[in-house]
């Protein structure tokens, strides 16, 4: 159970910071000054926002925040503070991949 709690700690750490990153709100900024157009400039913007070290210092303090939590003695504090919020990241982003690939298999066919 300890790898669940360590793997999940490191996804939702990662989409978080990519969320709430400095390099999130450029992404979309950015789509109107640059050639490409829609997910090639977000993807382009999320790309360019890994690199950042703002990007990973976010994620450690995420990761570490979760990891912490995932230890907590306190089972209503645990299930508040860890697994709530990673569940909930992970099955957002995971709904999210999974409608923008239903609309790419849509838009490929017509």
Do not use: D, Q
């Not at 159970?1 to 990662?14: D, E, H, Q």
């Not at 997910?39 to 990891?67: D, E, K, M, Y």
């Not at 504090?77 to 099955?91: G, N, Y």
């Amino acid at each position: 159970m300890n790898y669940v709690k360590g793997i999940l700690s490191g996804l939702a750490a990662i989409i978080l910071a990519e969320c709430v990153g400095p390099g999130s709100w450029l992404a979309f900024r950015g789509i109107s000054k640059e050639k490409a157009t829609g997910i090639a400039a977000i993807a382009g913007g999320f790309a360019a926002n890994s690199f950042s070290p703002v990007f990973w210092i976010l994620a450690i303090l995420f990761f570490t925040s979760f990891f912490v939590a995932s230890r907590l003695g306190n089972k209503f504090l645990r299930i508040f503070l860890f697994w709530i919020p990673t569940l909930m990241l992970s099955a957002f982003s995971l709904a999210i991949v999974a409608l923008l690939t239903y609309i790419f298999m849509l838009a490929r066919h017509h």
